[in-house]
């Protein structure tokens, strides 16, 4: 049995700097992951999928899932049979803008690899990723990185290990494609120099404000985490609706997220820290 961890990933910040001729969008972000997330366990066995978790009855009805496209990618690279019985817990939102299903892919990727002794960082495993989504480089090496293109060019960023986070979902998915189409398409500039908090900090989530369009509830969330005492950063990730604050201390966050629990106890938390 493999196990693996698909954490949770968040942009500290994110800026959109152009609309690209292939459709996509040219950004510049700044990748961080947590220490939780989904749990992706890879059994021998002929090849299967089931799922489990609190999140996992929302992508039952799909016939196909960034998992299993994964196992089929890696097959084709490597020119190896599509084996392994797949079992996903699915503890993350969906659509919720912290790479839950890239975080999955990446998973069952580096999984088959430990599986049949491929490195990491063998460039067949990059192209894998790469065609499945632009997050999904980001989520096999599960480090901090500055993303620029699609995000999957990457550059590694040291920095904030160990820091207190709190994740607040409060209960809407939002379309990716839908925000995107919603930016304004105004250049506001690059992620500036520093080390990763002090980027962080100067930069911007261009896509809050279409986010916010769609699902006004995220600035709710966003002021809700602001009113905390002791935070270092607040932002909303990716596309939302998920959005996070960084913390001083574990005691900070755990204050906040009991008090947004109680204000909110629909919403979905999580208490971690980055990896």
Excluded: Q
Aim: proline share 5%.
């Amino acid at each position: 049995m493999i196990v693996e961890t698909a954490p949770a990933k968040i942009n500290l910040a994110l800026h959109v700097r152009a609309r690209r001729d292939d459709g996509y969008h040219e950004i510049e972000t700044l990748f961080a992951f947590l220490s939780d997330g989904d749990v992706l366990r890879l059994a021998p066995g002929p090849a299967s999928f089931a799922l489990e978790g609190p999140f996992g009855v929302i992508l039952s009805a799909e016939g196909d899932n960034l998992v299993t496209r994964a196992a089929a990618a890696f097959a084709r690279a490597f020119d190896l049979p599509s084996e392994g019985a797949f079992t996903l817990d699915k503890r993350l939102p969906v659509a919720s803008g912290i790479g839950g299903g890239s975080a999955d892919a990446a998973a069952a990727l580096r999984a088959l690899a430990r599986r049949n002794g491929i490195a990491i960082d063998d460039p067949r495993l990059f192209a894998c990723a790469d065609a499945l989504g632009s997050d999904v480089p980001a989520c096999l090496y599960g480090r901090s990185a500055l993303g620029r293109g699609r995000g999957e060019r990457l550059e590694p960023l040291d920095g904030l290990a160990g820091v207190p986070v709190l994740l607040v979902n409060p209960g809407v998915a939002v379309s990716t494609g839908a925000v995107f189409s919603a930016w304004d398409r105004v250049d506001r500039g690059p992620i500036g120099d520093g080390d990763l908090l002090e980027r962080a900090l100067l930069g911007r989530n261009d896509l809050e404000a279409p986010a916010r369009s769609i699902a006004p509830v995220i600035g709710e969330a966003l002021a809700m985490l602001e009113g905390t005492a002791n935070t270092r950063l607040v932002r909303m990730s990716g596309s939302g609706a998920t959005c996070f604050a960084l913390y001083e201390s574990e005691a900070d966050r755990a204050a906040a997220a009991a008090a947004i629990g109680a204000a909110r106890p629909e919403w979905w938390r999580l208490e971690s820290t980055l990896a």
